[in-house]
């Protein structure tokens, strides 16, 4: 309830991050949510991720439309800026404000109603847009806040709380992505936060839009035998394409001397971002290729067809530019520039009055 | 001696669009307005890209009234299909020049025109080669013709072609002079030229400029420091995101790098083309888009959030007309009531009405400080045939002490000597909150909504608490009357009756109040708005007078419903005269209007011609 204040609890056993904040210096309000809903473990996430990584608290931009998904904005990170805009339009936002500040860290949060079927459009164009944004899309099948009605992603046959099956084909988003040209498509499961926050890492770290679908059940309308966005559902059917650690180009090491004791195999792959930063990927697949557009949309499609739920970090460009690489912008953020450059001024103007004699 | 009308006559050319037309009649509008001669141009064309007729109308009016008119007195009639149509639309003892190079029916004969025919085809195939060139040396003929019959200074048009074709393109500017020659040659010898409505040199255009509405917008974004711009494509705005991105390519690029000092958006559509200038104005940047009535209306709900969660943002409509698609390519004034009102629930937005491409200048700057001073949405509206022909008007002047009003926005300094920062609280008691810029503080971060939030800034579904904030927010909107420019107001001493009118009616107005009072003796006086909430003059003005005439171009009288609704000012006090049929008003049917609102002629406003 947003009316309880949080208690802001501080233990001098808390571990810190390197800016000397604890994870507690991320959270935000209290949750209004069900008790159980799959949003809050990926609000959890995102926390985990934002301290790991040490992003001070209010150089990121939390962006999000309306419903269930988009709420989850105010329940972290309390000390950045959040902009709850309207029904499936926080992508065009997110592209405003990217553009005129481009030095924030943009997180962007919305569910399977909010981009899949009013925001598809909006989510389509920031996608091709490839705005510097992590884009997390809470999936679970139904609309919650009216009450259970089905979404553009509900899964053929998959039925509703009153059995009613759901008969018109799922809009994939991970598949939507792949073929508009995303330039980073993941798929994770809020009930799995160890997959799930280094993807976030990545994401994050991505130049260009990280588009993270993540399979977060409803436990008031979707969590029911017969439905394949339920928690019990995607723990069967959850399959981890490839395993993907993030490593900040602080810590990373070459791969001569690599260290892979968190991921013990030697199916791995280092695939390093403009940043320096490293996507390590451990091919849980014989021979996934993470930077192979057409083998991962045709991976999922098969492991799709055969029932299963294909998780990781599918697919990431390492040559993505962003929207002001493309646009050719200056560094510094626009809406910073001092006016004397950007007005030309009087002289200015009374030779350009010559053109129009 | 030469004798008649001197700069005092209006002409249209019918052609055919995608023929190239534009660029000679531009040279004839920028000829005469070289010869020192106040003019203007409209540009009457189809929404198609190739084949379907077209005009350019062309007023001279030495004593500067340029507002169109459907009086014509020289029509140079270029497509066969539309003959009749400009044969009819002569005054009697008008001309009409046409290409002799195929015979003209007699039919379309009419006694009291007098038909020029010039075989420009003929002339055109026998001197150029290849199809495109004759085609487009034609309409070059013909503005040698007028040069000849309307005693156009041929000097003036040589150098022009000089300027536009230079050195590097000789063969271009002897090509184009030799058709320019053979129309004047052809005149010369078979007419008696000059014709009695002719030109005569003048200087009346020395400190003025040439320039179109969506122009002069765009270089005052450029000059109002605006760094983002959004938009989708549409007639008639389009060309305003077009100059910017070609003013920024000029003036907004970084010496070392050559990297852009803007970021210029096409969005999927204006419901994105909206959140992307919201975006950017909650992120600091001054940001616009340009639409026209149709974007708009995909824009209310975008609109509302812009509102409620007070982020600064420009909003250009360049209104064409409506309903629905409606009339793409022909001018209105129909979306008063839309902008003023636009999203659900209760909203209200400030307005700005520029009457010419100076006004479109001096108020896109306007409008970003009244957007970051009240931390709302403005719109400014113009319309087509303000937004995309071009106008003569004062040149513009730019005061380089001028620097952006901002608003209330807290830096990191500031926010130090604060104890708690809340987003929505009235600290000055004027109903303008402090904003801070994402990113610059921790103590300044807030959360945005469209939600019902209290003036700290949290979520809340309390009546009173919803009820505070949205109070507050319409006591912010009613103080910006003072911050809108105030109305033109011109009165005549002992005049009972005042005219009101907006945005690109004031030079037909204007006209119409000077003939009547030299024709008729009526004085009236004259209010012309500029700005949404009202002035406080204005409702000053409509309680001085027995009964106030307001003059616009929409069927449902949107100017005259927001004065009933926004003043205190009786209905009884208020009447209208309405044009809406796409073309810009002329001050005959003002005077017609007027007459007979007032019960002073016989002849009513619906039985004057188009």
């Known amino acids: 309830m947003t009316y309880i204040a949080k208690p802001r609890v501080f233990h001098p056993s808390l571990e810190k991050n390197e800016l000397g904040l604890t994870r507690r210096d991320y959270e935000g309000v209290m949750s209004t949510l069900c008790a159980g809903c799959g949003h809050d473990s990926v609000t959890a996430a995102l926390i985990e991720a934002a301290w790991e990584l040490a992003i001070p608290t209010h150089r990121a931009a939390k962006m999000s439309g309306i419903g269930c998904s988009s709420k989850t904005t105010a329940y972290f990170m309390s000390e950045s800026h959040g902009f709850n805009s309207v029904h499936g339009r926080m992508p065009s936002v997110a592209s405003g404000a990217n553009a005129a500040n481009r030095d924030l860290v943009y997180i962007g949060v919305s569910g399977d109603g909010d981009s899949l079927s009013i925001g598809l459009g909006q989510l389509c164009h920031a996608v091709r847009r490839n705005l510097n944004l992590l884009y997390i899309i809470e999936n679970n099948g139904v609309y919650g806040l009216t009450k259970g009605q089905f979404s553009a992603s509900a899964d053929m046959g998959s039925k509703s709380k009153r059995g009613v099956p759901n008969e018109q084909p799922p809009i994939d988003p991970a598949l939507l992505g792949l073929s508009i040209g995303a330039t980073f498509v993941a798929r994770g499961f809020s009930g799995d936060k160890d997959q799930l926050v280094p993807i976030i890492k990545a994401g994050i770290r991505h130049p260009g839009l990280a588009l993270v679908d993540v399979i977060s059940p409803c436990v008031t309308f979707n969590d029911h035998v017969g439905s394949t966005k339920s928690y019990a559902y995607t723990r069967e059917h959850f399959r981890e394409a490839v395993e993907a650690a993030f490593v900040a180009p602080k810590d990373f090491v070459p791969p001569a001397d690599e260290i892979t004791a968190d991921i013990a195999s030697a199916e791995v792959r280092d695939v390093r971002m403009h940043d320096g930063s490293v996507i390590r990927f451990r091919q849980v697949e014989g021979d996934y290729d993470a930077t192979d557009r057409d083998a991962v949309y045709g991976y999922l499609r098969e492991r799709q067809n055969a029932g299963e739920v294909p998780t990781g970090l599918l697919y990431v460009d390492p040559e993505s530019r962003d929207l002001h690489d493309v646009l050719g912008t200056v560094d510094r953020p626009l809406w910073d520039l001092p006016f004397e450059e950007l007005c030309p001024g009087s002289e200015a103007l009374d030779a350009l009055m010559e053109n129009y004699r | 001696m030469k004798t008649g009308r001197v700069n005092d006559f209006?002409?249209?050319?019918?052609?055919?669009?995608?023929?190239?037309?534009?660029?000679?009649?531009?040279?004839?509008?920028?000829?005469?307005?070289?010869?020192?001669?106040?003019?203007?141009?409209?540009?009457?064309?189809?929404?198609?890209?190739?084949?379907?007729?077209?005009?350019?109308?062309?007023?001279?009016?030495?004593?500067?009234?340029?507002?169109?008119?459907?009086?014509?007195?020289?029509?140079?009639?270029?497509?066969?299909?539309?003959?009749?149509?400009?044969?009819?639309?002569?005054?009697?003892?008008?001309?009409?020049?046409?290409?002799?190079?195929?015979?003209?029916?007699?039919?379309?004969?009419?006694?009291?025109?007098?038909?020029?025919?010039?075989?420009?085809?003929?002339?055109?195939?026998?001197?150029?080669?290849?199809?495109?060139?004759?085609?487009?040396?034609?309409?070059?003929?013909?503005?040698?013709?007028?040069?000849?019959?309307?005693?156009?200074?041929?000097?003036?048009?040589?150098?022009?072609?000089?300027?536009?074709?230079?050195?590097?393109?000789?063969?271009?500017?002897?090509?184009?002079f030799e058709a320019i020659r053979l129309g004047y040659d052809y005149a010369t010898e078979n007419f008696e030229c000059p014709l009695?409505?002719?030109?005569?040199?003048?200087?009346?255009?020395?400190?003025?400029?040439?320039?179109?509405?969506?122009?002069?917008?765009?270089?005052?974004?450029?000059?109002?420091?605006?760094?983002?711009?959004?938009?989708?494509?549409?007639?008639?705005?389009?060309?305003?995101?077009?100059?910017?991105?070609?003013?920024?390519?000029?003036?907004?690029?970084?010496?070392?790098?050559?990297?852009?000092?803007?970021?210029?958006?096409?969005a999927?559509?204006?419901?994105?083309?909206?959140?992307?200038?919201?975006?950017?104005?909650?992120?600091?940047?001054?940001?616009?888009?340009?639409?026209?009535?149709?974007?708009?209306?995909?824009?209310?709900?975008?609109?509302?959030?812009a509102y409620y969660a007070e982020v600064p943002c420009v909003f250009f409509d360049v209104e064409r007309v409506g309903p629905s698609t409606g009339m793409p390519t022909r001018t209105q004034q129909g979306d008063i009531l839309l902008c003023a009102y636009a999203s659900h629930g209760d909203t209200k937005h400030v307005c700005l009405y520029p009457k010419d491409p100076a006004e479109c200048f001096e108020f896109s700057v306007k409008a970003f400080d009244v957007a970051e001073r009240f931390q709302t949405p403005v719109f400014v509206l113009s319309d087509l045939d303000i937004g995309m022909n071009?106008?003569?008007?004062?040149?513009?002047?730019?005061?380089?002490?001028?620097?952006?009003?901002?608003?209330?926005?807290?830096?990191?300094?500031?926010?130090?000597?604060?104890?708690?920062?809340?987003?929505?609280?009235?600290?000055?008691?004027?109903?303008?909150?402090?904003?801070?810029?994402?990113?610059?503080?921790p103590k300044g971060a807030y959360f945005t909504r469209g939600s019902g939030h209290t003036k700290y800034g949290k979520y809340t579904e309390d009546p009173d608490e919803y009820q505070e904030v949205i109070d507050r927010i319409a006591v912010k909107i009613d103080n910006a009357a003072e911050a809108v420019p105030p109305p033109e107001i011109r009165s005549r001493p002992d005049a009972r009756y005042g005219l009101i009118t907006l945005g690109a009616c004031d030079g037909a107005v204007r006209e119409a109040i000077e003939r009547m009072e030299a024709e008729d003796g009526l004085r009236l006086d004259y209010m012309r708005i500029r700005g949404f909430p009202f002035a406080p003059e204005v409702a000053g003005f409509i309680e001085a007078h027995d009964l106030n005439i307001v003059i616009e171009q929409n069927r449902d009288a949107q100017l005259k419903s927001l004065l009933t609704l926004e003043t205190p000012a009786s209905k009884e006090r208020l009447t209208s005269v309405l044009r809406y049929g796409g073309l810009p008003l002329s001050a005959r049917h003002v005077i017609a209007g007027v007459k007979d609102r007032l019960g002073l002629a016989a002849e009513t406003a619906e039985g004057v011609g188009t």
Request: negative net charge; proline residues 5%; glycine residues 10%.
């Open chain 2, 268 to 305: 999927e559509d204006e419901l994105a083309a909206a959140g992307i200038t919201i975006g950017a104005g909650w992120a600091g940047a001054r940001a616009f888009t340009a639409t026209s009535g149709a974007g708009i209306s995909l824009m209310t709900e975008f609109i509302g959030l």
């Open chain 2, 390 to 441: 071009d106008w003569v008007v004062p040149r513009f002047e730019w005061d380089d002490e001028y620097r952006p009003d901002r608003g209330k926005v807290l830096d990191a300094e500031a926010l130090a000597e604060i104890e708690t920062f809340y987003r929505y609280l009235d600290v000055d008691g004027d109903g303008i909150p402090y904003r801070t810029i994402p990113g610059e503080d």
């Open chain 2, 10 to 176: 209006a002409l249209k050319i019918g052609t055919v669009n995608g023929t190239g037309s534009a660029s000679a009649n531009g040279l004839i509008m920028q000829s005469i307005f070289r010869m020192g001669v106040p003019v203007s141009g409209k540009n009457v064309f189809p929404s198609n890209i190739q084949g379907l007729p077209t005009w350019y109308e062309i007023r001279v009016n030495g004593t500067g009234h340029v507002a169109r008119t459907p009086d014509f007195d020289l029509i140079v009639a270029m497509n066969p299909e539309t003959y009749a149509q400009d044969i009819e639309e002569l005054v009697p003892g008008g001309w009409l020049l046409y290409d002799s190079s195929w015979p003209m029916a007699d039919t379309l004969r009419r006694e009291e025109v007098t038909f020029l025919g010039v075989p420009l085809a003929e002339m055109c195939v026998k001197t150029f080669d290849g199809g495109r060139t004759r085609i487009l040396m034609k309409n070059i003929a013909y503005t040698g013709a007028l040069a000849a019959l309307l005693d156009m200074d041929m000097d003036v048009i040589r150098g022009l072609l000089e300027e536009t074709f230079g050195e590097r393109k000789r063969h271009l500017l002897d090509a184009n």
């Open chain 2, 196 to 266: 009695p409505i002719r030109l005569e040199g003048m200087d009346a255009t020395r400190d003025s400029i040439l320039i179109d509405g969506n122009t002069a917008a765009a270089l005052g974004c450029v000059y109002a420091g605006a760094t983002v711009a959004a938009w989708y494509p549409i007639t008639p705005s389009t060309s305003l995101v077009d100059a910017f991105t070609a003013y920024c390519g000029r003036l907004r690029v970084e010496d070392e790098t050559g990297r852009s000092k803007a970021a210029i958006l096409q």
